[in-house]
């Protein structure tokens, strides 16, 4: 059974554009949604975790800004900016906080940006 | 400096032997995971062994953990093709975030 779903897959970004994804959580008994980028060597790196409706994130990686937005109960969103490098981003789903507490991470499908 | 680093890039066995991928890390953990990932899609986490653990298993594989040296191992025995992704290990630590490897490429040849 898939616990995430992401949309878009895949998205060709002009260079300069904002792009906005969107992760659907399909099981409420894992909350704590979170963000990674993978860039094109691999390289997983976590981004945000958001717990609660209305809580907001911003932050500025090298290639790439992020603003994440828990919307609803079920639904995590991400705005990428200014990106320069392709990448994957990855929602993921968890009963518990990570780190420290045991919990497992189901990661979603993804969704692959390609700058134009 | 990475803070958990496999120590191959790729490995190659054939279909039926044994492999191990190591993973060595340079902070204090709560607990260490291993994910595979494959072709296209997101990780998925295979054995998460707590710090206070020396040894896991799920069926086919087998983790290990050794704090003094901040090490660790995943063994898979009688490797399929399937088998064939990329193999992180990550870092719970009391920093709310979990930290990736870079991974190790494993190609399991017929």
């Known amino acids: 059974v898939t616990l995430l779903e992401q949309n878009p897959r895949w998205r060709l970004v002009p260079r300069g554009q904002a792009v906005n994804l969107r992760c659907i959580l399909k099981?409420?008994?894992?909350?704590?949604m979170s963000w990674y980028q993978q860039d094109l060597q691999k390289q997983l790196q976590w981004l945000f975790t958001?717990?609660?409706?209305?809580?907001?994130?911003v932050k500025s990686l090298p290639g790439a800004d992020y603003l994440a937005t828990r919307v609803t109960d079920t639904e995590l969103r991400l705005q990428v900016a200014n990106m320069s490098q392709g990448r994957t981003l990855y929602c993921t789903c968890s009963a518990d906080q990570l780190g420290g507490n045991y919990a497992e991470q189901f990661f979603g499908p993804g969704t692959r940006l390609t700058v134009l | 400096s990475q803070l958990a680093e496999e120590n191959s890039w790729a490995l190659s066995v054939h279909e039926g032997e044994s492999v191990t991928v190591n993973c060595s890390y340079k902070?204090?953990?709560?607990?260490l995971q291993w994910y595979r990932q494959k072709s296209g899609k997101g990780p998925a986490q295979l054995i998460l062994i707590r710090s206070n653990e020396r040894e896991k298993r799920n069926g086919r594989l087998r983790a290990t953990l050794d704090t003094s040296s901040q090490s660790s191992s995943l063994s898979i025995t009688a490797t399929r093709c399937e088998d064939t992704a990329v193999y992180f290990c990550a870092l719970d630590t009391n920093a709310y975030k979990v930290i990736f490897g870079k991974g190790t490429h494993l190609h399991v040849l017929p």
């Open positions: 958001l717990r609660s409706p209305g809580d907001k994130e």
């Open positions: 902070t204090s953990i709560t607990a």
């Open positions: 099981n409420s008994q894992y909350p704590w």
